[in-house]
């Protein structure tokens, strides 16, 4: 069983329509991390959220931490082909700050 | 400034064959990562290296050696590549003053198919 679960696995919208995509899971977590990947890239840090029930925006995305530390929601608003990617959230595990990586979101927006 | 970088950035092997992954990240990092992504299974942790000579087992370390004489390098090496070894292999590094909540950041990865 995957620790971490995200959800839709994949979306395919259109430019200017607004999304959600979720990670959850049944363990409670000091902090979470957001990661966006491009093709035949490595993922890059989109945030950081360590309070319960925390928000944060990055211009168009809006991240939050659920109340119980146990789930994550990101929401983009007027999406853009820019947008296009995976979407990972992933979670300190053990020691030696191990991250672990949920399945991800694969996001496409079109014209 | 090269932050992290990775080769060979793709490779063929034959099943049986021994093929090493390097990675060399160039900001002193402490923590090194060597990770796999498949569909469906997102990034797995391979093994990790808390500073050199210390390395750690990950969920996915079978079939996998690593080692770490120096901070900056961390290879990982496939001893008799499988079939189910083919992936898309991804290092990570990170520093020690970011602590739980502190950034990781990926070299580009390097796509390994296994015949």
């Known amino acids: 069983t995957q620790l971490l679960e995200q959800s839709p696995q994949f979306l395919s919208i259109q430019e200017g329509e607004n999304l959600t995509v979720y990670c959850n899971s049944s363990?409670?977590?000091?902090?979470l991390q957001w990661y966006r990947q491009e093709p035949g890239e490595g993922p890059v840090l989109l945030v950081t959220v360590v309070t319960g029930g925390e928000v944060k925006k990055l211009k168009r995305l809006t991240f939050q931490f659920g109340d119980a530390r146990k789930d994550s929601s990101l929401h983009i608003t007027a999406a853009q082909p820019g947008d296009t990617g995976l979407y990972l959230c992933?979670?300190?595990?053990?020691?030696?700050?191990?991250?672990?990586f949920g399945t991800g979101t694969r996001l496409q927006v079109t014209l | 400034d090269a932050g992290i970088t990775q080769s060979p950035r793709y490779k063929i092997t034959e099943t049986g064959r021994q093929v090493t992954l390097m990675c060399h990240q160039t900001w002193s990092h402490s923590y090194m990562f060597w990770y796999r992504q498949d569909l469906g299974h997102g990034l797995r942790l391979i093994y990790y290296s808390a500073a050199a000579d210390i390395t750690d087992k990950g969920e996915v370390s079978d079939g996998y050696v690593v080692s770490r004489s120096k901070t900056e390098n961390f290879p990982l090496t496939l001893e008799s590549a499988t079939r189910s070894q083919t992936s898309v292999y991804f290092c990570?590094?990170?520093?020690?003053?970011?602590?739980?909540?502190?950034?990781?950041?990926f070299g580009e990865g390097s796509r390994l198919t296994v015949l």
């Open positions: 992933a979670v300190n595990t053990g020691t030696a700050s191990k991250l672990t």
């Open positions: 363990s409670v977590f000091s902090s």
């Open positions: 990570a590094s990170r520093t020690l003053a970011g602590g739980v909540t502190g950034e990781l950041f």
